[in-house]
């Protein structure tokens, strides 16, 4: 048997039941793809059940409010799929008259919508030829193939979309692309796959040649940033700071606290001498009456030191733009989950 047949075949004994496989709905569909880039299955199934069941048309979600979109969003990550899956809602319905496209070029043409997302959505929506080519494929296809070229390079997206598109043959693009997804997903696994009872390990590269542990290949990693953000929590009263973030940055409309950021950990005295800290603090009683131990969040090219400051004024004040809020409303608004961590975490006094 050749390799889509025997791919297909463990496909229909193995696949898992999943919402997004029971429609051929393309808004459905691409609302998945969108939720799980960068987001485990597991983790992606209650948010698309909870968006299908707030904006179950496009046209619902093209006229939603942002804010909502993000609040729902909230603990997924990488926001700007959010902001781009609103923004793309409102392309299909004024571009193309509230009918999601049809043809591929239309289709990549939204917003948010790269190759392999327009691919998915062609093949398992519409039935067209086109190969998906994810993180789950790339793997599978280096190690049957013994393909060493970097996946994250720019040489590998071609010479692995070409060979997917030339071991799918004949078959059924949706069933093709749906089994040697979930093969690599549940079978070719990163670590320890499942190769004494793969059905490809008779022809499988690196099956015979021992190399199951050294494919795929990845090239060399992009420098992290290093950041200290110096969050400052100004309460007054019943209420609370909060600013929206804006600009080309993390977590942009996403709300947090006011924040003085610093190129390096500073102590608290360095901080309390700081020009911005006394820009905004000298005519007001201030107490600084917490102080959180430096909390660590890693994103995937930045990594965020941070630390909380429980501080009391005698007068309201705006901080850089931040509004007061009430206390009790906090929930309300969409915050990234570094913010959203240390609300769940922090002293039932500092936040209420």
Not at 12 to 26: A, E
Not at 138 to 162: C, D, H, M
Not at 167 to 188: R, T, V, W, Y
Not at 299 to 308: C, P, S, Y
Request: charged share 25%.
């Amino acid at each position: 048997m050749k390799f889509g047949e025997l791919i297909i075949g463990w496909y229909h004994k193995n696949k898992r039941d999943l919402p997004w496989r029971r429609t051929s709905d393309p808004y459905k569909i691409w609302l998945s793809e969108i939720i799980l880039q960068q987001t485990r299955v597991d983790q992606g199934m209650d948010y698309y059940e909870r968006f299908v069941l707030k904006y179950p048309k496009v046209k619902n979600l093209a006229a939603a409010d942002e804010d909502d979109i993000l609040k729902l969003w909230q603990g997924l990550g990488y926001y700007s799929r959010a902001r781009n899956l609103h923004h793309a809602a409102k392309d299909v319905m004024s571009r193309f008259k509230g009918k999601f496209p049809v043809v591929y070029d239309d289709i990549r043409s939204l917003k948010g919508i790269g190759d392999y997302t327009a691919s998915a959505i062609a093949s398992f929506a519409y039935h067209q030829k086109y190969a998906v080519v994810d993180g789950n494929v790339f793997r599978v296809l280096s190690r049957y193939l013994g393909i060493s070229t970097p996946v994250n390079s720019v040489a590998a997206k071609k010479e692995f979309n070409e060979a997917a598109f030339l071991l799918m043959g004949k078959h059924s693009p949706h069933d093709f692309n749906q089994a040697i997804m979930e093969f690599g997903a549940l079978q070719c696994k990163p670590a320890n796959p499942s190769c004494g009872s793969c059905p490809l390990n008779g022809s499988c590269f690196a099956y015979s040649k021992n190399k199951v542990g050294l494919l795929p290949v990845k090239g060399k990693k992009i420098m992290v940033r290093k950041r200290y953000f110096n969050y400052l929590c100004i309460h007054h009263g019943e209420s609370i700071e909060l600013r929206k973030r804006t600009g080309k940055d993390i977590w942009k409309n996403l709300y947090d606290f006011p924040m003085i950021e610093t190129g390096k950990r500073i102590s608290t005295e360095k901080l309390l001498q700081m020009e911005e800290w006394k820009k905004h603090f000298s005519k007001n009683k201030v107490q600084l009456f917490s102080e959180s131990k430096t909390i660590k969040h890693q994103l995937t090219h930045q990594t965020i030191f941070a630390k909380f400051f429980g501080i009391r004024v005698s007068t309201a004040l705006s901080f850089d733009g931040s509004k007061s809020v009430k206390k009790k409303n906090l929930n309300k608004f969409a915050v990234p989950r570094l913010i959203e961590n240390y609300l769940n975490s922090a002293d039932e006094n500092l936040i209420s």
